[in-house]
């Protein structure tokens, strides 16, 4: 197959070196001499797709492994699969060109919803049965994590088992169940499955629980149909992150792909509580890394991938204790070398002159400041706790130290929101604009907006929330467009349908597996990417399964209404999730436990893993 | 110091980018531990200059790169030390040590040979009508193709830039100008014998200066050069 490849394939493609598998410190071991071998997916192109983390750390783990091998597979494009569907070949792994119908496991991570066609379609390339049920011990057991197994329902026909919650660990104990199980070159399905949901924590394995709805199609009940299944999944956590494995090298793409550069996660976890934010709540508590354990991490990573850039990532990484050291000194080790650092994630008032002073020396993107909202009314009811002034500190501060350019992000639509609040951002705007022009002038003055629509997400304070309809959202981009009239202001937005699927996907039910199957026989993928995203079919494919988009998207729901996420456990309680909402409503704000008071997230107590700041 | 590097792209980086190419090189250097001078600015880079961009999906015998280098490391330890971290495929074959002075390569490097092999065999009589095509087409005054540029469609005339081209055998072979003094792509010679240039596999056999009547290797202008081949 790979001769063929070679020689009649790639030629024909599009950026071929997406599909070699042989980039610098990949790692291809011998297909016989390793019993279980796992392929780690990712539902985008290549390009996408060798930028997440999360990726880099289980292809470590499972290749440090002297038992086990991870091999990579990414959406192939459009012009690819053509390719694979005309001359009759299986979607294949990187590293050794297999068809994915060799290996014991496969691994997705869900990082966006839009991503879901993908899965189904790779699947099927594979020559895998989409469908869970359609598959039987001669077919890979097809496993799924990541920030979307949150909500795992619309893919629970597909995914035979989803991994809730943080990987290092869990992922050795589903590789040893494997190998135990390992017989005649085969994992035994219906018993994995089984001692899986049973033993490991975290493990959900939807065929083992029933959904009861109501006529109107809200869910009546969730509950397991096996005994030993736990009622609550409950998320795994890493206690101890310096602890934690990570990898010294990673694999170095050819081609230009996204944050292609050593990363550092310098902590994970964030305690900021912005009420919109599912990562803010899922990821939680916060724990840091010692900055001991970072420096040897970034030399190692420097000397093995020879990267030009060093990132230092996070949810918020501005928030981290020794920030403005770290920096330094990361900055000062590796100027010599050419490497510069990157901050991304910087909150506004986490932003100081000297440290935006540092940073500039080796700059490498524009700023970014999220504030989100256009006044601050709106920005207590999210708990973005920043005020005009900050923000106006933050931008100065940053053209002071030599920006042309900074970068604000905001939401249309989120809840509460008037027409009010959409003038707040054009105000804002000009006044961020007035500021700069203080401290620059010149042609290279420049200031992005980019606004995105508000996606209610399941397990935070407004997954109760319905959607704003469409059309208000596009009035209020409209409103935005016309207000904004400085040319040194330019303006991006999303489409709102994109959006819409989005929130349908976020807090849906497993019904609509029917809908994605249809949509991806349709030919729906990536569905976001814009030249590919056709609404048309996804309609008709909710049109054909009888269900209404909008009633997962646009509904209010009240606190007693069993949500499709409830047998769920990502730490956090419905009691606190409830008080936020409340909170919310009333414009009242809650701090952050890192420096305030604990706001009884539930998190700490019931998972038995405290914060970690260092220096405490 | 400045020293040149002669390397081959072997059949596995052969879909690697004149630009992912040049990453690639820029990140050994720093995997090597090689102390490269780094130009000035904000965006500082390593100061490295490449011959000749070669065609995406041609492998090459022997391409070149000038690298400066802020400290002098000998000739050979250069040599290990890429070739202990440079992907599968690509190899540093030679290394020498060019003046400061010395004019950029992509200024003097101005030829290029090539072999380019079908991807299916051909039959003898195939050979054959090739080998008269490509006589034929050696007469003819001119050889006009259309290239599309950027700015627009330009119309170019190959055949002052054919220096040679012959059919040795299995495989067609042919010396054309490279670089700065214009440029014969495989493809565009393929596309005039009436060949599908997609079942072509091109290997550059050498980059060259065309110096009083002969070639000379871009070597040739380093004191000393170390073969590490």
């Known amino acids: ?616 | 110091m400045r020293v040149r590097l002669c390397f081959t792209k072997g059949p596995g980086v052969r879909f690697i980018s004149h630009l992912d190419l040049m990453r690639t090189f820029e990140r050994a250097l720093r995997r090597g531990a090689l102390p490269v001078a780094l130009t000035q600015g904000y965006h500082p880079r390593p100061k490295l200059t490449f011959a000749s961009a070669l065609a995406l999906g041609a492998s090459s015998e022997a391409e070149y790169l000038d690298v400066e280098l802020t400290a002098a490391v000998a000739l050979m330890e250069i040599i290990r030390r890429l070739n202990d971290v440079l992907p599968e495929d690509l190899r540093v074959t030679a290394a020498g040590q060019v003046p400061a002075d010395a004019r950029p390569l992509m200024a003097v490097v101005d030829t290029a040979a090539y072999e380019l092999r079908p991807i299916q065999p051909l039959s003898d009589g195939e050979w054959e009508t090739l080998r008269l095509a490509l006589e034929d087409l050696l007469k003819e005054q001119t050889l006009i193709v259309e290239r599309v540029t950027k700015s627009g469609r330009r119309q170019v005339d190959l055949k002052p830039l054919i220096l040679r081209a012959e059919v040795p055998g299995d495989k067609i072979w042919m010396l054309v100008r490279s670089g700065s003094r214009g440029n014969v792509r495989p493809d565009e010679l393929l596309t005039l014998l009436q060949e599908e240039p997609a079942r072509w596999q091109v290997h550059r056999v050498g980059l060259f200066i065309a110096q009083n009547g002969r070639l000379s290797s871009p070597m040739e202008e380093a004191g000393v050069v170390v073969d590490g081949s």
């Open chain 1, 1 to 616: 197959m790979r001769t063929e490849l070679h020689t009649q394939v790639l030629p024909t493609v599009s950026r071929p070196a997406r599909y070699l598998g042989n980039e610098y410190n990949s790692i291809r071991k011998d297909w016989a001499e390793v019993p279980l071998k796992m392929a780690l997916a990712f539902p985008d192109v290549y390009d996408v797709g060798m930028g997440h983390l999360g990726l880099k750390i289980l292809y470590h783990i499972i290749n440090q492994r002297e038992d086990a091998l991870a091999e990579r597979v990414f959406a192939p494009w459009t012009d690819m699969e053509e390719e694979l569907v005309q001359r009759g070949l299986p979607l294949f792994s990187l590293e050794s060109c297999r068809p994915l119908g060799d290996f014991h496991l496969i691994g997705f991570t869900l990082q966006y919803e839009l991503s879901y066609s993908n899965i189904l379609n790779m699947l099927h390339l594979a020559g895998i049965p989409p469908l869970a049920r359609d598959r039987d011990d001669s077919h890979p057991i097809i496993i799924a994590g990541g920030p979307c197994a949150y909500n795992p329902e619309p893919l629970a026909d597909f995914i035979d088992l989803f991994a809730i919650g943080e990987g290092e660990f869990l992922i050795d104990e589903l590789l040893d169940l494997a190998l135990g199980l390992l017989h005649s070159d085969r994992v035994p399905r219906d018993e994995y499955l089984l001692e899986a949901a049973r033993r490991i924590r975290g493990i959900y394995v939807p065929a083992f629980y029933d959904v009861e709805y109501h006529a109107d199609g809200r869910v009546a009940k969730i509950r397991p149909n096996r005994t030993g299944i736990p009622p609550r999944v409950r998320k795994q956590v890493v206690e101890d992150l310096d602890a934690a494995p990570y990898p010294d090298a990673f694999v170095v793409p050819y081609i230009d792909a996204i944050h292609d550069r050593a990363t550092l996660e310098v902590f994970r976890g964030c305690t900021r509580g912005c009420r919109f934010c599912q990562a803010g709540m899922i990821y939680r508590p916060v724990r840091e890394r010692q900055a001991a354990t970072l420096h040897r991490q970034a030399e190692e990573l420097i000397k093995n991938t020879g990267y030009e850039e060093l990132a230092l990532s996070s949810l918020s990484t501005g928030d981290y204790t020794c920030i403005e050291d770290l920096a330094a000194d990361l900055m000062g080790r590796y100027r010599d070398q050419g490497v510069a650092l990157s901050l991304p994630s910087l909150r506004v008032d986490s932003f100081k002159g000297e440290l935006a002073e540092e940073i500039r020396k080796m700059r490498k993107t524009s700023l970014t400041f999220a504030p989100e909202a256009g006044t601050q009314r709106l920005r207590d009811v999210v708990n973005k706790n920043i005020t005009e002034e900050d923000l106006l500190r933050g931008v100065e501060a940053a053209f002071a130290a030599g920006w042309d350019g900074v970068k604000l992000y905001f939401m249309l639509g989120l809840p509460t929101e008037t027409e009010e609040d959409v003038v707040g951002i054009i105000e804002l705007a000009n006044k961020v604009l007035e500021a700069a022009r203080r401290h620059r002038k010149g042609p290279r003055l420049k200031l992005s907006l980019s606004v995105s629509s508000f996606v209610p997400k399941s397990h935070t304070p407004f997954q109760w929330e319905p959607q704003a309809a469409m059309d208000v959202l596009e009035e209020r981009q409209r409103l935005l467009t016309q207000g904004i009239t400085r040319r040194r202001i330019e303006l991006s937005w999303h489409d709102v349908r994109t959006s819409f699927l989005e929130a349908v996907f976020a807090r849906g039910d497993r019904r609509l597996g029917r809908v994605l199957a249809k949509a991806a026989a349709a030919g729906c993928r990536f569905d976001g990417w814009s030249e590919h995203f056709s609404f048309d079919k996804w309609s008709q494919a909710f049109a054909e399964c009888d269900l209404d988009p909008t009633f997962y998207a646009k509904r209010r729901r009240d606190y007693e209404e069993v949500l499709p996420w409830s047998h769920i456990d990502a730490g956090v309680t419905k009691g606190f999730l409830m008080r936020e909402h409340k909170r919310a409503l009333k414009g009242q704000l809650t701090g952050d436990c890192r420096v305030e008071e604990c706001p009884g997230c539930g998190v700490c107590t019931r998972l038995g893993v405290a914060k970690r700041i260092v220096g405490d």
